[in-house]
């Protein structure tokens, strides 16, 4: 679907669509900067700027030279530019139909309207960027949270793929190594072998670390869910209202009020938390209730962490050590509530009876150990990795890296069970393909329209 020729000058509208203070044509290729200039008449400097700064002037009807719109022409000389190709820039007002217009001019004068993530695909066809960058410039444009924007731009700046770069150096040093061995069998085998070995669990932790890396990448994008479990009358809706900070949910002091589940956002510092209310879990009375039940089980079955409620001013039941011992092996806090009344139940006496498991003790009705609560749900549900500053955000990544860190387990039990050292060396040479891929230096062509087709135009 892409021209990867190069030799057209691809033209769109770059600021999203509707209206707005600026917008901005981008022309990318070798005529992008004569077609500019056939529709931009500067106000002053007549040649039209140097690269990087920007000119005052009209853009023109070439037709008719009258002038309908004014603004600024910005542009960048090949190859000190984003696509790598000299780039024009026509920075106007943001009418929809004012812009529409300059690109219809600027077809007619030769240049054709950009495919989806085109300026990026030129971007990575002339060097300026590799696979995983390009991908980043995508995640960062629809980022849903701040953390995850700048995760992203850490990657558009090429910490990953240096990362990745780093990755494969390793393990072509490493090939290298074992084809030597192969080629002179004598030399040295025992001690090769505890090289290889060390060698490869330096590489498996680097990539095991960005695979797990991605589960956090996940969670800044869509939020981590996390279910508020507890028997009737527990104070679900009321802690849930509290965290929310508004009475969103009913609350009365009737057991079984909530029937539905209700699902809102709290962000905990750059975190965001997809919160579920719902029906207490416990005997159903009614149908209703037991339909309710049932929804709860399957929210706390699939959420990604779960707050159990106990209700502090009675004393721990057997119903609430049978919840809790059934959602134990999950990632859990137990909310002591309502500690405001006269307490029935400790938290020293929770953490005696389930010592691995934190607490919370709460008054959700006032809002008491609600900071100390928020706090523990970023330590406890926020997937936080170790230099976090490196972060996976495609899928496509993620099974690369699971392929190479499953490649890189399997030629270190070759060698470990001391198999002929040119099936390691195969597996290794494997894992530099699969490395390869990553950065986009070794690509099948169709990948090209899976990453890029999903750009934005004008991107
Ligand atoms: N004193 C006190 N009362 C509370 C506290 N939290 C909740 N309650 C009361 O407990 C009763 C039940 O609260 P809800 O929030 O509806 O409890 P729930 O777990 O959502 O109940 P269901 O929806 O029926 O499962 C209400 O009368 C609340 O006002 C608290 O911290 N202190
Ligand atoms: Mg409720």
Known sequence: MYDLSL?????????????????????SGPAALKIART???????????EPGRAVLGEVVDPADRRPFDEGFLLHFRAPRSFTGEDVAELHLHGSPVILEEVVRLAVRRGARPALPGEFTLRAFLNGRIDFLQAEAVDDLVRSASL?????????VNGALSRKAAA???EII??????EADIEFPEEGRPAAKKHYIDKIDKIYLEVDRLVRSYEMGQALGRGVTIALVGRVNSGKSTLFNGLLEEPRAIVTPFPGTTRDFLRETVRINDASFLLVDM??????????EREGIRRGKKIAAEADGLLLLLDGSRRLSASDAALIESYRSRKIILVLNKTDLPEKTTPAEVTRRFPDLPVAAVSALRGDGLDVLRKMMYDVFFPLIPGRDIIVLRERDKLLLEEIAARLLR????????????????????????????TGEIRPDDILDDVFSRFCIGK
Request: charged share 25%; with cysteine; hydrophobic share 40%.
């Open 167 to 169: 990755v494969r150096r």
């Open 279 to 288: 029906a207490g879990l416990g005997r159903a009375g009614s149908p209703i």
């Open 7 to 27: 030799s057209e000058t691809i033209v769109a509208v770059s600021t999203p669509p509707g209206c707005g203070g600026i917008g901005v044509v981008r022309l």
């Open 147 to 155: 953390a995850r924007a700048k995760s992203a731009f850490r990657t």
């Open 173 to 178: 040093g490493w090939v290298a190594r074992l």
């Open 411 to 438: 030629a270190k039990e070759m060698i470990a069970s001391n198999q002929p050292i040119e099936l390691a060396a195969e597996e290794a040479r494997e894992i530099v393909t699969l490395t390869g891929r990553l």
């Open 39 to 49: 529709l931009f008449r500067p106000k002053k400097d007549r040649r039209g700027g």
